[in-house]
């Protein structure tokens, strides 16, 4: 039995003692029975009974290389040569991808990437922007500009003057109904809308239940109601929370 050992690195530059020696290459490969990782080397895992990773042996083969001085050397200077390669083509590639997007949305990917941070997520776009390097189809192309246009319209916009209402009494509003959910809750389901009260270009929301008076069954874009309502103030100027809606009889 060989009882001799080598002295060798890994990849890391570490020593390592390998029972085997070197090729002629200045590599060595062997194995050998470490503790299992799945059952701590006890051979068994909770109720299931023997390990299958070891079979109830507390030890699993795990394969080993290591390196000569000369042999690492050669190695990290290879890998060296590699990673400057990708780097390289990664760096035409980013060139060639920022050139396209730039001539498409005016924007180079990691501006995009900003904007689409500072909007919507949109994880569709971003996949297609980041293949702009090579050929994109007529419906790849069109998913980019839409989102500029939306991107555009959300960077002009320019929120309206907020109508302060009044607080804490009973008041009635004009407001239209523009958003509605089913809200789940211990005590059952209710109809919550968001409400838009717009006086003279200035504008404020609501947040409450939609009264039952309202159908919801039909369309209510362009149709104003008179509620009655206790309002609170929230922590965003022009948003409120109501309290006790009802229609009022016109």
């Not at 042996?57 to 050397?73: H, Q, S």
């Not at 180079?108 to 569709?124: G, H, I, W």
């Not at 039909?218 to 109601?225: L, P, Q």
Request: proline share 4%; with cysteine.
């Amino acid at each position: 039995m060989n009882t001799q050992s080598y002295k060798l690195f890994n990849t890391h530059g570490q020593p390592v003692l390998s029972p085997v020696a070197p090729s002629p290459t200045g590599i060595a490969e062997w194995t050998t029975m470490v503790k299992c990782g799945r059952c701590g080397g006890c051979g068994r895992y909770s109720y299931h009974g023997a390990c299958y990773d070891c079979g109830g042996l507390g030890k699993v083969p795990r394969k080993f290389k290591g390196y000569t001085a000369e042999a690492l050397a050669k190695r990290v200077k290879r890998q060296t040569a590699k990673r400057a390669a990708r780097n390289e083509a990664l760096a035409v590639a980013a060139v060639a991808r920022d050139a396209k997007l730039v001539a498409l949305i005016g924007l180079s990917y990691f501006q995009f990437l900003d904007c689409v941070a500072a909007t919507n997520p949109d994880s569709f776009a971003v996949n297609i922007a980041l293949k702009a390097d090579g050929e994109l189809s007529e419906k790849q192309t069109k998913v980019l500009t839409d989102w500029m246009d939306r991107f555009q319209k959300f960077a002009d916009y320019v929120a309206p003057p907020v109508v302060e209402l009044e607080v804490g009494k009973r008041i009635e509003v004009v407001a239209k109904l523009v958003f509605i959910k089913m809200v789940e809750s211990q005590f059952g389901s209710t109809l919550k809308g968001l409400f838009v009260v717009n006086r003279d270009g200035s504008e404020s929301k609501i947040w409450m239940t939609v009264p039952s008076a309202i159908d919801c069954s039909e369309s209510t874009k362009d149709v104003e109601f008179h509620i009655a309502v206790t309002l609170e103030k929230s922590n965003d100027e022009g948003f409120y929370f109501g309290k006790r809606p009802t229609i009022v009889k016109k």
